[in-house]
């Protein structure tokens, strides 16, 4: 959680949410890293769990991610989660839960829905705190 915390830490250089993730291969290695890129690429579909997957699936040449783990600072969002699903990656590593927004758990349970072709493991609340601490202190300053 640490290196997805320091990659979230990145994003408000351009003004955009900090929001970090990594994605690890079954031996545990940082495949991909990266931090929400909308405001800089003005691309809605920058988040970082997709930015993450895409760059990890690259690496590996191929879109599956079987065995992977994505770890992330805040609970993904029903587009990321959809994300997880197709790329079929093992786990989420979630750091702060999202209340309003949250798809693998707070609001909708997309990566554990039994009527889709695969599910999730979820490991929730790592560092939440700290997690949650890069938000509060990005949106005061925005208000």
């Excluded at 545990?28 to 890293?33: D, F, I, K, S």
């Excluded at 003005?42 to 769990?49: I, V």
């Excluded at 699903?85 to 909708?108: H, Q």
């Excluded at 560092?127 to 208000?143: K, N, Q, S, T, V």
């Amino acid at each position: 959680m640490a290196k997805a915390r320091a990659e979230a830490a990145l994003a408000p250089a351009h003004g955009d949410v900090p929001i970090g993730a990594v994605v690890l291969d079954p031996s545990g290695h940082v495949v991909a890293r990266a931090h929400n890129e909308r405001e800089l690429t003005g691309d809605p579909t920058a988040h970082a769990e997709l930015l993450a997957l895409r760059r990890a699936a690259a690496a590996r040449g191929e879109w599956r991610l079987d065995g992977h783990t994505l770890v992330v600072t805040l609970e993904p969002c029903t587009m990321c989660a959809g994300a997880l699903v197709l790329a079929r990656v093992e786990r989420v590593v979630i750091g702060a839960w999202d209340t309003k927004a949250g798809a693998v758990a707070s609001v909708f349970d997309v990566v554990r829905d039994p009527r889709l072709n695969h599910r999730v493991d979820v490991v929730g609340g790592i560092e939440a705190e700290a997690c949650g601490e890069l938000l509060r202190e990005f949106f005061e300053g925005h208000r």
